[in-house]
Each structure stands twice: as C-alpha cells, then as structure tokens.
C-alpha cells in the first residue's frame, strides 16, 4: 500500500483531520467519519461545530471552555490489524501521510490566523510504534522549541511505545493518551493478532502515571478510550476496567466510541452499536467521577447480563431501586441525597444550598431556576407545598416496578377525576395534566388503552 504526499497540506488536512474524527476528544464531540469505507454508523451521532479551515474543531477542555483545536493524524497508515478500525491493513485504499515540518508549519500558520488554540495529534502505525511516536515527538518538538507555542496539545502514544520515547512526550505533552480500546487481554484478542494489552497499552499508561508521581514539575492529563461493542464486552465489563483505572492510574477522562462497522474489516458483518450505548457510558462514567456514586450503587444500574439500560438513564436506574429512600426533602438534604435524586446535577445541588441558607425552596419555579430539571426530579423531591403525598407509589408506577393501582387506571381511563397523583384534583388546569406519570402522559394513555 503506498503512502500518498502529493495533495497538498491543506488537502491532507482535510483528509487526515477527517480521519482523526474516529478518535474521540470529548463526550460531545462525536462525529461522523467522513470516510467512505465506514459501513455507517447504527445510529446518527451529534458533532461538535466545525470550523470551516479542515481539521478545526470546537472542543471542550476539562476545565468546560471550549477551544479550536486542531484535530489531525500524522498519517492514516498503519501495519496494525485492528479489525474494527477504518485505518487497518485490511482496507484498500490510498494513504496520506505529512512530513513534520509541513504538519508543524501548518499549524502555527494557522495558529498566526487566530483559527487555532491548540493540537490533537493522532497517527497510524506506520513502521514501528516507537518510530511513529517518534514522528509526533518530532512534530511537537518544532512547535513547542522552535516556534515556542505554550498552548494545549493532546498527543497519543502509539501502543508498544518505548518507554524513554513515553518520558520525551510526557515532557512535552499538555495530555496524553493511549488507547485502550477493550477492557481485557481476552477481548483484545478478540480484535487484533498484534497488540497485547498489558505489554503494549497498560505499561505505558502506567508509565505516564509513574513520571507524573515522580516529576518535579508540571503533571501532564493522561486519558484513554475506548471501542465499545467490538469485542461483545458488557458495559460492567468496562466499568470494572474503567473504575480501576481512574483509581490506579488517577486517569483525567475515558471516552466511548460506539462501534460501526467498517467494510473490508473481520467486523464488517458485526452489528454497529447504537449510540444511545455510547451515551449511557458517559452518564455512568459522571456518576462515578464527578457525583461520587460508590461501586455498590452504579452496580444496581447493569441488568443481569451486565448491560445499561438504553431507555433509562443510569442515575433514574439507581434512584428506582433504592426507592425506599426517596422523597428527600429540598430544605433539609444533604448534599450527597441531592446529588442522587435524578435533574439534580452538582451545580443546581450547589445553588439549593447556598439559596437555602438564605430562605426556604417551596416552588418549582425556583427550583428549575437553580437548574433543575422538574420533570425527572418531581417524583423524588418534596418541598413546603409540594410534598407528592404518594411519591413512593407514582415512582413504582411510573417506573414499571408494578402495575398502576386500579382507582388510577379508571381515572386515567375516565381522563378525569381523582388523578393518580393523588391530590385529588381533576385534570382540567392541572398544572401536572401530561407530565410523567399523569393523565394526559405518554405511558399513563398507553396503560389506559391497554386497560
Ligand atoms: S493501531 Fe490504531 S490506527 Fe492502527 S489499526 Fe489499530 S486502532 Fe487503527
């Protein structure tokens, strides 16, 4: 297969910017790969705004500002045979590949236009791992020594990478990343002959973590991904690795890529994976860093074969199976039961108590203006005024825990009358006609009909 430098840099942009759209920088950033090889994806992904110079995009950085960054592979070649991957030998097609000082001088001609702020750097394998790796390092060399550009760059270190080429990125990288792709050495085999998983992917990741512990100065961010649905892993399957690796590797972020199939590959015939998995991922993966749930609980959101529900989210799951402990009352909660109780995030669950401090919380309206969101919180919160007086029964019910009570499929039945919310009003003007649960409902009209 030859590697093809004739287009010109802004073509090549065009096409390896592209491709490095399969390599994922944040949960909001997927986007469709504009490769022709791909099979399609099993369901459409939402992408981030693009710029319109190839390559650019929007992109959310940790600290939630968004940059434009350049997002490239040094070249889409590789010797690998990862059998999900549109880059892989298995696919027939031309490659293109930059040299470092058009890559490197690409980038600050853009960065003097201001249509920049920082760099992904990707790349296939072509040659040796190290020899890649080391291209990149040489790539970011001329921009960071030679230009003397201080800003973001994210750089992936290609799996088998030597250690001392991993020490030279881990002194120039802002982030780094190996990918990880499947959580065990027995699903890797499922999708590549050639990579070893604790030899070519977790030694490095440990690596990148050891010199973090031991430098002096500045720390780099060490993320990785992941292929979800390749290796007919479960979602507990990842988890476990993921919730291991956040501890033991102090790792920033972990990104899902849902699986599509690619024509050509071993898995061109393996069914695409819906993005709504993908998604379910992220929410489980919020749970775990960033609202503190324990191991305990995120485990009552897998079903028995190990899988998230694709119609509820993870945290709704949770809150469903510890019903017992739900309504929790807005004025007196504590951070952590707020934290819990589904449309409430870390910033409304801030707002309450500093806005709680002052005057008591007794209507929605304030508490969708702190940010919560009314019509998944309201059968588990209660307020002055707003206790739900059958929280635990309306939850049940609206959760398919058990069947509606009989008086509530008659009311809902005769459309109105005593509601099933049980405050006895009649539909007309309710302020609840239509929400989850109600007369009026999507669920509440389906369990009529069926009556
Ligand atoms: S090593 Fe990376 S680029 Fe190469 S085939 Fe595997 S996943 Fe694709």
Redesign the pocket.
């Known amino acids: 297969m030859l590697i093809n430098r004739k287009p010109d840099t802004f073509a090549k942009l065009a096409i390896l910017g592209g491709m490095a759209g399969d390599d994922i920088l944040s949960a909001r950033d997927a986007v469709p790969s504009p490769n022709p090889m791909l099979a399609g994806p099993a369901t459409p992904r939402r992408g981030p705004a693009r710029n319109p110079v190839p390559g650019v995009y929007r992109a959310a950085m940790p600290n939630g500002k968004f940059i434009n960054l350049m997002r490239v592979m040094f070249t889409d070649f590789?010797k690998?045979d990862?059998f999900y991957?549109p880059?892989?030998h298995w696919v027939p097609r031309k490659r293109f590949a930059f040299t470092v000082d058009e890559l490197a001088n690409a980038f600050m001609e853009l960065r003097r236009r201001h249509a920049v702020d920082g760099l992904f750097l990707s790349s296939?394998?072509a040659g040796t791992a190290s020899k890649t790796t080391q291209k990149l390092l040489n790539v970011v060399e001329v921009i960071r020594k030679k230009h003397g550009f201080t800003g973001y760059i994210h750089m992936k270190v290609m799996?088998g990478t030597d250690r001392e080429l991993v020490e030279a990125a881990h002194g120039l990288g802002t982030r780094l990343s190996v990918?990880l792709e499947t959580p065990t050495d027995e699903m890797m085999r499922r999708i590549?002959t050639m990579k070893d998983l604790e030899r070519d992917i977790l030694d490095p990741m440990r690596w990148v973590h050891q010199m973090n512990r031991e430098s002096s100065g500045g720390k780099v961010g060490q993320a990785t991904q992941l292929v979800v649905g390749a290796a007919n892993e479960s979602d507990r399957d990842i988890f476990q690795r993921i919730d291991q690796l956040y501890g033991e590797l102090d790792l920033k972020r972990v990104y899902y890529s849902a699986f599509r199939p690619v024509r050509y590959t071993p898995l061109e015939e393996h069914p695409g994976v819906p993005i709504a998995r993908e998604h379910r991922l992220y929410q489980m993966d919020w749970l775990k860093r960033i609202y503190s749930f324990s191991n305990q609980e995120i485990s009552q959101a897998f079903d028995a074969d190990g899988y998230l529900d694709l119609h509820r989210d993870p945290k709704t799951a949770i809150a469903v199976e510890n019903a017992d402990a739900f309504p929790v009352d807005v004025n007196t909660a504590t951070r952590e039961q707020l934290l819990r109780v589904p449309g409430v995030g870390p910033t409304s669950t801030d707002r309450i108590l500093k806005t709680r401090g002052e005057h008591s919380i007794d209507t929605w309206r304030d508490l969708q203006a702190m940010g919560v969101v009314r019509k998944r919180a309201w059968p588990f919160l209660a307020f002055p005024g707003q206790r739900p007086p059958t929280a635990r029964q309306i939850r049940l019910d609206l959760f398919g825990e058990r069947q509606p009570s009989e008086p509530a499929l008659q009311a809902t039945a005769a459309g109105h009358g005593a509601t099933p919310c049980g405050v006895g009003s009649t539909c007309a003007g309710c302020s609840l006609y239509g929400a989850p649960g109600h007369p009026g409902s999507p669920e509440m009209s389906a369990l009529a009909a069926a009556a």
């Open positions: 590789c690998m990862c991957c880059n892989s296939g394998i799996p990918n590549s």
